[in-house]
């Protein structure tokens, strides 16, 4: 008997393991990983960015948002003063837009977000305010059941703020992806068409670690990493004195 109960406690505890870890049935689609603005062509005074949260379990989920800084611009203007120096963020969520320095959406009522089955959500919208600081300000928004805080599906977003257009191209047309990200020793550049080049790696101050010149007419190109420390990089291809496309890179 003695056994047996100990065998039930054990499955028992495994099953309840299991459903601890078990990820929430959410899925973040076509969220960008860096939004790259210039302070002398900024039109308006915040930089938006969005995307869709889509509900791909079989049960109805009540579904509520959190913000945390992984890395700010200085100065940056947090906890929020009204008029205060430094950038800021504010996000919208539902109904609601939540004001400047919110770490949660409403957890209960009509603006705590309810997903069915196979529901995509497309209110979500961060909302970054240079506010005339150029810097680098890295968001991560995550997405969890009321109280359900360890079990939750998270972005991570990088808004780099450079203070004029000259340090970026942004109507060139280059498409680039890093994999593996997170990476270890190695990376490999992928980009939509081969140019004469470099590809520079930069740390969350904007200062130039590394920069390798991009082989002549490839499109795929493998970087030793040898020399750059863990944490988060910002890698841009770049040509001509121009950054034509960047992307955030994290080594472990």
């Not at 081969?194 to 082989?215: H, K, P, S, T, Y």
Request: charged share 15%.
């Amino acid at each position: 008997m003695k056994q047996l109960f100990m065998f039930c406690m054990s499955v028992c505890l495994v099953g309840a393991l299991n459903v601890a870890q078990a990820q929430i049935s959410l899925e973040i689609l076509d969220a960008p990983d860096t939004v790259h603005v210039s302070l002398d062509t900024l039109s308006t005074i915040d930089v938006q960015a969005y995307w869709d949260v889509t509900n791909v379990g079989e049960e109805s989920l009540d579904v509520l948002v959190t913000r945390s800084f992984m890395e700010m611009a200085d100065p940056f203007n947090f906890p929020y003063v009204e008029d205060g120096p430094g950038s800021y963020e504010r996000f919208c969520w539902g109904p609601l837009c939540y004001p400047f320095g919110t770490v949660a959406s409403a957890d209960q009522g009509s603006a705590l977000v309810t997903l069915a089955p196979a529901d995509t959500n497309d209110t979500f919208k961060a909302d970054f305010y240079p506010n005339g600081v150029a810097g680098v300000t890295t968001i991560k928004y995550c997405y969890q059941t009321p109280g359900n805080a360890s079990n939750a599906v998270c972005h991570e977003v990088t808004f780099v703020v450079d203070a004029t257009s000259d340090v970026t191209d942004l109507s060139s047309s280059v498409a680039c992806s890093l994999m593996p990200n997170p990476a270890t020793d190695l990376v490999t550049l992928s980009m939509d068409r081969a140019l004469d080049g470099v590809v520079e790696f930069r740390n969350l101050v904007g200062q130039v670690a590394m920069r390798e010149r991009i082989q002549p007419g490839v499109t795929q190109q493998v970087v030793s990493l040898d020399g750059l420390t863990e944490g988060i990089w910002l890698v841009s291809v770049a040509s001509e004195g121009r950054v034509l496309a960047t992307q955030r890179l994290v080594i472990r």
